[in-house]
């Protein structure tokens, strides 16, 4: 047995003791994703630019088509086609406020993996965790296809595919296919596919879960077989495009990129793109006939097809939308999928908040008025009446509120605002506001990334450590 | 009250209610009932049955709460309201929940009739390792087990076979007295 499946076999070891007392198995699931074969094909490779500390070390571990970018340590683990993302973590004299404390960070934070399988991976963000500031850990962890890890240290966990941790410390748990978890901490927890939870202790709970046999269609998992349905079709339908720009070693800018814009060189775009000012399209993203107005941003394995984003709009990781009119600030989470048809395009007001984990898949036009939250499942009018509710009428829910399958207690005020300033913060960060006429203001990634460039690292090709990279450090 | 020991407190197990597996709940509550009637002379009733297997060995216990829980109605809709109190949300949104679903149409009478077939094998708790205390075992040590495991009862061993049942009930009313008499003191 060669040196990177030893490495896989004692992984799945390592999570499976995690995950005994919820009786949880993760080979089946994993043991035919990453063929060891695959390993060696792709380079990693990772960002330099004067704006981030750069300091990244490699131990043991297999990094295929990975990208890093600020500070890492990956020791005793297996990435693939996995983003770390590490331009969001804390700096030393930092001082981070959890509930009444005040805490002061020590050191540069480093996103910290170890033990670990990442497949196709987005992590990204920083520690929230007020125990472990300076590390951004994930540890005995196993994630599938498309799972972004953001803001949520994890440890012993095992994240099915297109599932989203978000600023929630994870310990011993399941999160299921498509799940989204942003709840604080949990501990010990199997979260069944499909469910949308977002708590704040004490002050609001939102829990949508989707119908497992109406979400088979867009995602499915089981043990055994790989994840199939409409979402993988859609990413592998395009997937060749992507081939083409990672064996480029020197790619031209395909549109007119403003000053204040970054278009990543590892995106894909494709005819009648237009980007405008400070406009961040990240890696991985793919914009065909998209346009992007001022202050939009289409973060990690976005896909922007056939549709306009007005301005200042968030399309977070891994989010789709294809056929679509978006007006101005409208947020789009994480995974996303949001389908129109030329036929019966889908229009989203200005202000809206499209949850995370959305899927709106419509073959009749359909018009989410403005100012509104929409969330779960909606293919037709009467699903988004049901699954949808203005921001006023949100904000004076002071108590309780169920809605066909979603169940919400709390504050409902608490909740829009907590969500709205978390929109503002991520614009902040992407350089939505940066006035780019006198060059002021605060400067963000599409300002910051624009001059970066990319070293890449190989694998050992052949032989007992093929597969895994070198030890390796990299300091400035 | 130092010089106690388990056994000076205990139930006898012939003076307990015990049910052979393979009963009712209908059994096992009728056995409660005729148990109570010859152990007379306790003004605390007793609160669970013990099953026995063929061998007459003890297996499980059939609590007040087991039998209320067999009342319980269940379908597809409850369970996931029971599934969804994992996720925080307070008793009062759980409780508010589950009247919403209640079928009114399903009276106390039905669901005692419903109930009252079940076999106790599907309603007992098997019993764990601090549910067990030897009969020279100190009073300190019954009240810690109880405490420690919220136990209603412990089941009480000479050798390796059971002799008896000490309550709660029967050590409090020890405690009472002891109390009491301290206070008269």
């Known amino acids: 047995m060669k040196e990177i499946e030893k490495l896989f076999v004692r992984i799945v070891q390592r999570v499976n003791i995690n995950l005994r007392e919820l009786e949880f198995n993760v080979l089946p699931y994993v043991k035919d994703l990453i063929p060891a074969a695959q390993m060696n094909k792709f380079y990693a490779f990772y960002g330099i630019t004067p704006h981030l500390p750069l300091s990244l070390q490699f131990r043991n571990s297999g990094l295929a088509g990975s990208y890093f970018l600020g500070r890492c340590r990956v020791t005793d683990s297996l990435l693939y086609k996995?983003?770390?993302?590490?331009?969001?973590?804390?700096?030393?004299?930092?001082?981070?406020q959890f509930q009444n404390f005040k805490i002061p960070v020590s050191r540069d934070e480093e996103i910290v993996i170890e033990d670990s399988v990442l497949i196709k991976t987005l992590v990204h963000n920083f520690s929230h965790d007020p125990e472990t500031l300076e590390d951004f850990s994930i540890k005995d962890t196993v994630s599938a296809h498309y799972a972004n890890i953001h803001g949520a240290p994890t440890e012993g966990c095992f994240l099915g595919p297109f599932s989203t941790v978000d600023q929630t410390t994870i310990h011993d748990c399941v999160i299921g296919t498509f799940s989204y978890i942003q709840a604080g901490e949990i501990n010990h927890l199997n979260i069944e596919p499909?469910?949308?939870?977002?708590?704040?202790?004490?002050?609001?709970?939102?829990?949508?879960?989707?119908?497992?046999?109406?979400?088979?269609?867009?995602?499915y998992f089981a043990p055994g077989i790989a994840p199939q349905g409409m979402f993988i079709d859609f990413v592998k339908d395009r997937q060749e495009a992507f081939q083409r720009v990672f064996e480029m070693v020197h790619?031209?800018?395909?549109?007119?990129?403003?000053?204040?814009?970054?278009?990543?060189?590892y995106a894909v775009v494709k005819s009648k793109t237009e980007i405008s000012e400070n406009v961040l399209v990240s890696q991985r993203a793919y914009l065909q006939n998209a346009t992007l107005g001022k202050g939009a941003n289409a973060q990690e394995n976005c896909y922007i097809i056939n549709s306009s984003l007005e301005g200042n709009n968030v399309t977070a990781h891994g989010a789709k939308i294809i056929e679509a009119d978006m007006g101005r600030n409208v947020f789009v989470g994480f995974n996303s999928f949001l389908l129109g048809r030329p036929e019966s395009r889908l229009k989203i007001g200005k202000d809206c908040i499209i949850m995370p984990h959305t899927i709106i898949d419509v073959r009749k036009p359909l018009m989410v008025p403005p100012g509104h939250i929409v969330w779960g499942l909606v293919t037709s009018r009467e699903e988004l009446e049901c699954n949808s509710i203005s921001i006023d009428a949100m904000s004076k829910t002071t108590n309780r509120l169920t809605k066909g399958n979603l169940l919400f207690e709390g504050d409902g005020a608490r909740f829009v605002s907590a969500f709205q300033d978390r929109i503002h913060h991520i614009l902040e960060a992407n350089g939505a506001f940066y006035n780019c006429k006198d060059k002021k203001g605060p400067k963000g990634h599409a300002q910051k990334h624009q001059n970066m460039v990319f070293n890449t690292i190989q694998p050992y090709p052949k032989g007992r450590l093929e597969g895994l990279y070198p030890t390796i450090m990299i300091q400035p | 009250m130092d010089k106690y020991r388990v056994k000076d407190l205990m139930v006898p197990i012939s003076e307990y209610a015990t049910v052979s597996e393979g009963s009712t709940l209908l059994d096992a509550v009728l056995a409660l009932e005729k148990a109570q009637e010859i152990f007379d002379h306790s003004q605390y009733l007793h609160r669970a049955i013990l099953i026995l297997d063929r061998n007459k060995r003890v297996i499980g216990k059939v609590s007040q709460l087991d039998t209320l829980r067999a009342l319980e109605p269940k379908n597809e809709q409850l369970d996931k309201i029971e599934d969804i109190s994992r996720y925080g949300f307070s008793q009062k949104f759980i409780i508010n929940l589950r009247e919403q679903n209640r079928l009114t149409d399903v009276s106390i009478r039905d669901m005692c009739l419903a109930a009252a077939g079940l076999k106790v094998e599907a309603l007992m708790q098997t019993l764990t390792e601090g549910e067990f205390i030897d009969e020279n075992a100190s009073l300190n040590i019954a009240i810690h087990q109880l405490v420690r495991g919220s136990h209603m009862s412990l089941l009480v061993t000479s050798e390796k076979e059971i002799v008896g049942i000490i309550r709660s009930s029967d050590v409090f009313s020890a405690i009472f007295h002891t109390m009491k008499a301290c206070k008269l003191a």
Not at chain 1, 251 to 265: E, G, K, M
Request: proline content about 11%; cysteine-free; overall charge positive.
């Open chain 1, 251 to 265: 790619i031209d800018q395909p549109i007119p990129v403003p000053a204040s814009a970054t278009l990543d060189r």
């Open chain 1, 82 to 96: 996995t983003d770390i993302r590490g331009d969001e973590l804390k700096k030393k004299g930092d001082v981070f």
């Open chain 1, 194 to 219: 499909g469910t949308v939870w977002v708590r704040k202790p004490g002050v609001f709970n939102f829990l949508y879960r989707y119908p497992l046999d109406q979400l088979s269609p867009y995602i």
